[in-house]
């Protein structure tokens, strides 16, 4: 594992030095480095990632080792020598391939400060790492969703190339800011819930140094694996129902409360409980985003309508009541900014707008996929949803920077191809809560909200069986 360990380390410094020296273009030159890169990566089969903590005190960090490692730990320190390091000790747990993937979360970080680090098992430490804390509640994040890391059989390179593709993504991302500490993604990570999907998913090295948030999407739902490859804070489990591979979770990030939920699970309920704890346990933290897969408002596709309607049912008025501000999902694969929604209804609309100050509802946002763009269907334009603002219709991949500030969220839209900014949204607040009207869920929303909890336990009984199919009787 050293050895290993040592070879990712020293190939990573190469492809970093190679690709900044290139200035970020993709090249004959960048190519072959990540050939390099990704056979030393995959060989080593640690697949280390950080993500973030309860707060920006804290971090995560995953990583797989052989079933026969000794105990998982990350040792910490504020000098590139290690002098002066803390370890802080996790737990591992077995996966269906034998071996262990590694759960460690470091506490007590200070702020505005760069720390270094090693991650390992028993007397085999890694070659050093590092991150830096924000200076100040002022941040970027990188907003993508529906990566499609894919296995093909068809197609041997297929994982490669598309954790390329994320790759590169981010560095065009990093050139336009390189201010951004966190990456958000909205589900559908993995094409079919494979490990060798989710060890591509985090081959680039940014993610040994920047937090990556994820949520669970419906295809990552078709096999078990992240339920072993993640490692969240605050994850919810004083539910009622929850999808087998993991549920809802919290983090905050500046002046930031983040919700990432897993609507595969349909149980309201669970989602609301785990919001209303979220913000009783952080009350003065100004701005509300929730983070999500499945697409609410921007219609494009008929044949989800039916679905989408229910979720906005038993969903918007949790949103509502507690207030938020901003909604990131995906699934469509299809790009739209919402008009200003409260009670399920346009308040205000955006199609003409770039900016909202102190708006009397929530803003909800789909992003396009960097894999697996959709556009027209043999010329036909798929219709919006009555309740969809702006919109962007094209083939090309979409990737988001969205700005925060104390009195501001700015999202910044881009096609990866052109490199070019098509679309830029603003939510300006005056104050903590805005324009956001007091709401309390009617007679009929709380009906709604029990129903979905029948609905979200008959569902996980299938999803179950499904599992026990393939993976156990298959």
């Known amino acids: 594992m050293k050895n290993n360990l040592l070879r990712k380390s020293v190939s990573v410094l190469l492809c970093v030095a190679l690709l900044l020296g290139c200035g970020g273009l993709v090249g004959y030159a960048a190519d072959v480095s990540w050939e390099q890169y990704w056979d030393d990566y995959v060989s080593d089969g640690s697949a280390l990632y950080m993500s973030p903590g309860s707060s920006e005190t804290s971090r995560?960090?995953?990583?797989?080792?052989?079933?026969?490692?000794?105990?998982?730990?990350?040792?910490?320190?504020?000098?590139?020598?290690?002098?002066?390091?803390?370890?802080?000790?996790?737990?591992?747990?077995?996966?269906?391939?034998?071996?262990?993937r590694n759960r460690v979360t470091v506490t007590g970080l200070s702020l505005n400060a760069e720390y270094y680090y090693r991650y390992g098992n028993g007397d085999v430490r890694s070659e050093t790492y590092s991150?830096?804390?924000?200076?100040?509640?002022?941040?970027?994040?990188?907003?993508?969703?529906?990566?499609?890391?894919?296995?093909?059989?068809?197609?041997?390179?297929?994982?490669?190339?598309?954790?390329?593709?994320?790759?590169?993504?981010?560095?065009?991302?990093?050139?336009?800011?390189?201010?951004?500490?966190?990456?958000?993604?909205?589900?559908?990570?993995a094409s079919n819930g494979l490990r060798s999907e989710y060890v591509g998913l985090v081959a680039s090295p940014y993610f040994t140094k920047i937090p990556f948030a994820t949520t669970i999407g419906n295809h990552d739902r078709k096999a078990p694996t992240y339920r072993y490859f993640k490692n969240v804070p605050n994850e919810n489990d004083k539910y009622i129902t929850s999808s087998y591979i993991g549920s809802d979770y919290w983090f905050v990030k500046g002046d930031v409360l983040f919700f990432m939920l897993d609507t595969n699970n349909t149980s309201a309920e669970d989602h609301r409980n785990l919001i209303k704890r979220a913000v009783a346990l952080n009350p003065d933290v100004k701005w509300r985003v929730a983070v999500f897969h499945h697409d609410?408002?921007?219609?494009?596709?008929?044949?989800?309508?039916?679905?989408?309607?229910?979720?906005?049912?038993?969903?918007?008025?949790?949103?509502?009541?507690?207030?938020?501000d901003l909604v990131l999902m995906g699934h469509s694969h299809y790009y739209t900014i919402s008009n200003v929604i409260f009670d399920d209804k346009t308040v205000l609309e955006t199609a003409e707008l770039d900016e909202v100050t102190?708006?009397?509802?929530?803003?909800?946002?789909?992003?396009?996929?960097?894999?697996?763009?959709?556009?027209?269907?043999?010329?036909v334009v798929p219709p919006l949803g009555e309740n969809a603002g702006k919109s962007y219709l094209t083939m090309e991949k979409i990737y988001n920077i969205i700005d925060f500030t104390e009195n501001s969220i700015s999202i910044h839209s881009y096609t990866v191809e052109s490199g070019e900014e098509f679309e830029s949204f603003t939510i300006t607040k005056t104050t903590k809560n805005g324009g956001h009207p007091d709401s309390k869920p009617g007679f009929m929303d709380v009906v709604l909200r029990y129903i979905s909890v029948i609905a979200g336990f008959f569902n996980n009984i299938g999803r179950t069986l499904d599992y026990l199919q393939t993976y156990i009787f298959g």
């Open 60 to 100: 995560g960090f995953s990583w797989f080792s052989p079933a026969d490692s000794g105990k998982c730990f990350v040792e910490i320190s504020p000098n590139s020598d290690m002098m002066d390091s803390l370890i802080f000790y996790g737990k591992s747990v077995i996966t269906p391939q034998k071996d262990k």
């Open 131 to 189: 991150f830096s804390t924000l200076p100040s509640n002022d941040f970027s994040a990188f907003y993508t969703t529906d990566i499609h890391i894919a296995e093909s059989s068809s197609d041997e390179f297929s994982i490669r190339d598309r954790s390329y593709n994320l790759d590169r993504t981010l560095s065009a991302a990093f050139e336009k800011n390189d201010d951004i500490s966190l990456i958000l993604s909205g589900g559908d990570q």
């Open 296 to 324: 609410l408002y921007g219609g494009r596709i008929e044949s989800r309508e039916s679905d989408n309607r229910l979720m906005r049912k038993i969903l918007t008025p949790i949103f509502d009541e507690f207030k938020l």
């Open 358 to 379: 102190n708006p009397e509802g929530t803003v909800y946002m789909v992003s396009g996929s960097i894999n697996n763009p959709r556009a027209d269907n043999d010329g």
